[in-house]
């Protein structure tokens, strides 16, 4: 199944993933990392997950593994 991972550390919460995600599966935090940033997680399952990639594509942090 894919998958995605969101490394918090390195992510600026920025939101362009939760703009790129076609099907909605990624949203901002409400808690702050240790950078003062709220960064993107991932809210769907395994199986909503079509792995397309656009959310790691845009990302300007590299911060978003996608895994098929």
């Known amino acids: 199944m894919p998958?995605?991972?969101i490394?918090?550390?390195?992510c600026k919460g920025c939101a362009l993933c939760t703009i790129a995600?076609?099907?909605?599966?990624?949203?901002?935090?409400?808690h702050i990392n240790n950078l003062g940033?709220?960064?993107?997680?991932?809210?769907?399952t395994e199986v909503q997950?079509?792995?397309c990639a656009l959310?790691?594509?845009?990302c300007p942090?590299?911060?978003i593994k996608v895994f098929k």
Not at 55 to 58: G, N, Y
């Open 3 to 5: 998958r995605i991972e």
């Open 21 to 30: 995600c076609p099907k909605k599966l990624i949203a901002t935090s409400e």
């Open 61 to 63: 942090d590299v911060a």
């Open 49 to 51: 997950c079509t792995g």
């Open 7 to 10: 490394d918090e550390l390195r």
């Open 37 to 44: 940033y709220k960064p993107a997680v991932f809210e769907g």
């Open 55 to 58: 959310c790691a594509e845009m």
